[in-house]
């Protein structure tokens, strides 16, 4: 816990929008926030600011700024920026485990943009039943679900996008800690020498997720926790360049810390 903080807010009580409102009163509102993709008419959702990356969004390019306009625009705040043209220093993605650590540093980071560069086209999120049972309206499960099967469509690439923009917005949380990665030599690691093309990662993430402080001064914090089960592929094992493919959660029921699961089902709009 840091100096100051109060005790952390479980996984229960984050409802956007207006969670804290309900749960918490008088302690901290956080404003709805539109999703926002990018490029195209979803990307239209996200707020142009001077940072803004103008090839990422073109509805952005040669707009002009009045800052005091925007300041006594009281709508200008309800709407997540668009991810500014700053980029982070990330690993060559040579290795499985570097892109697994510019995994966690994007989303210690708050860049979506380079966080949706580690994915595969068909990158297809796997939430667990826990999650399900909380969120249908959010991923629509058939009764036949069964998160084993190839042919799982829950989640896809265009449904993290939106995900990532509205998560790794820095008006939502003041900071992102990732406590618990995958640590090589400690967690498992899957992999057939018949499909070397092919590896997966099993290990367990905790994540805290620091509100912006209240008019007091006091922030909030947020455990996440669970156990991700990450596939990995590369077109080649001479000069290879891997790239998450498949993210299956994992988390034990009997848990009160929220799951990635819980938290695509609140910031998938």
């Not at 049972?133 to 799982?152: I, K, M, N, T």
């Not at 469509?153 to 939502?172: I, Q, S, V």
């Not at 967690?187 to 402080?213: G, H, R």
């Amino acid at each position: 816990m840091y100096p100051g903080f109060r005790p952390v807010l479980h996984a229960r009580s984050l409802r956007r929008p207006g969670w804290l409102s309900r749960n918490l009163p008088g302690l901290l509102v956080l404003a709805a926030l539109s999703g926002c993709g990018f490029g195209g008419e979803s990307g239209k959702n996200c707020r142009c600011v001077p940072e803004t990356d103008a090839v990422a969004f073109p509805h952005c390019q040669g707009i002009t700024f009045d800052a005091e306009a925007e300041a006594s625009n009281p709508f200008a705040t309800r709407q997540p920026e668009c991810p500014s043209g700053q980029l982070l220093f990330l690993r060559e993605p040579t290795t499985p485990e570097a892109v697994l650590f510019n995994v966690r540093d994007t989303f210690q980071g708050f860049s979506p943009v380079q966080y949706m560069d580690l994915l595969s086209e068909d990158y297809l999120f796997v939430p667990d039943l826990g999650g399900l049972e909380l969120y249908p309206e959010v991923y629509q499960a058939p009764g036949d679900y069964d998160p084993l099967s190839d042919r799982d469509t829950l989640w896809t690439r265009e449904d993290e996008r939106r995900f990532a923009t509205n998560f790794l917005d820095r008006t939502e949380f003041q900071r992102i800690t990732v406590d618990r990665w995958y640590q090589a030599g400690v967690d498992d690691v899957i992999f057939d020498e018949s499909e070397p093309l092919i590896e997966t990662y099993i290990f367990d993430y905790a994540i805290e997720l620091t509100l912006p402080p209240d008019d007091g001064g006091v922030s909030l914090l947020i455990e996440v926790r669970g156990r991700a089960e990450v596939d990995l592929t590369t077109p080649t094992v001479e000069s290879p360049v891997w790239i998450v493919r498949r993210w299956q959660d994992l988390r034990d029921p009997a848990s009160t810390k929220r799951s990635m699961t819980e938290l695509r089902g609140e910031f998938s709009q």
